[in-house]
């Protein structure tokens, strides 16, 4: 596996967990969610919250990377996926607005 994702591998991944974290919570919840991000701004993500938002990434990198698992971690390629995929959907609220 490459050293590190390509941008547009970041971007499916963070849409696909986004779209996740759209389906697990209310249009509310999305709101408060990206509101208290923005009001914290650090590199933590309040989602943990709401639901155990490390099982949805782990599903959204799952749906393009069969053999991924939580100990891939210590890949490069996917540790980087992963925190450069959450940043990316927190960035831009989770694409929750329409």
Excluded: G
């Excluded at 390509?6 to 971007?11: D, H, L, N, P, R």
């Excluded at 923005?38 to 993500?45: A, G, P, V, Y």
């Excluded at 996926?81 to 940043?87: E, T």
Aim: include cysteine.
């Amino acid at each position: 596996m490459k050293e590190a994702p390509s941008q547009s591998q970041v971007i499916e991944v963070a849409k696909e967990f986004s779209r996740i974290m759209c389906e697990y919570l209310t249009a509310d919840e999305m709101i408060e969610l990206n509101q208290i991000n923005k009001e914290i701004r650090s590199d933590f993500c309040e989602s943990h919250e709401y639901l155990d938002s490390n099982m949805v990434m782990d599903s959204a990198i799952k749906k393009y990377y069969k053999n991924f698992a939580s100990s891939s971690l210590n890949n490069s390629f996917f540790n980087t996926l992963w925190n450069d995929a959450w940043s990316l959907a927190k960035l831009n609220d989770f694409y929750s607005k329409k």
